[in-house]
């Protein structure tokens, strides 16, 4: 099952993730601008982080997405716990810092 924000996230570039939202979180994204632009901004840096990190572990052939897991707790939380806009925009900017702190080496 995709999360609420994660399915957000996971919309193709330039594709209206708010299209089919139905759960709160994605309905209070896709009614506010600046939520919109934070959701941007965050999926911006996650594709940028997978384009570097991601790939195949050669041993066992499975797929390596270190920011994808961490992602995923990130985004279970946040469906947990944020039932507003101000929640939505605090938790949207302490995780796009701490992905460019944690990733600067990735998005560099």
Request: aromatic share 2%; proline share 5%.
């Amino acid at each position: 099952m995709i999360l609420p924000i994660l399915s957000l996230m996971l919309a193709a570039p330039g594709a209206d993730a708010c299209s089919g939202a139905q759960d709160l979180q994605s309905r209070l994204i896709c009614a506010d601008p600046e939520l919109r632009t934070l959701d941007t901004e965050m999926r911006g840096l996650i594709a940028r982080v997978r384009a570097e990190t991601s790939g195949v572990d050669g041993e066992t052939g499975r797929p390596i997405d270190p920011i994808g897991a961490e992602q995923s707790r990130w985004s279970r939380r946040v469906a947990a716990r944020c039932h507003d806009r101000a929640c939505l925009v605090t938790v949207y900017r302490q995780r796009i810092a701490d992905i460019r702190k944690r990733w600067a080496e990735a998005l560099s």
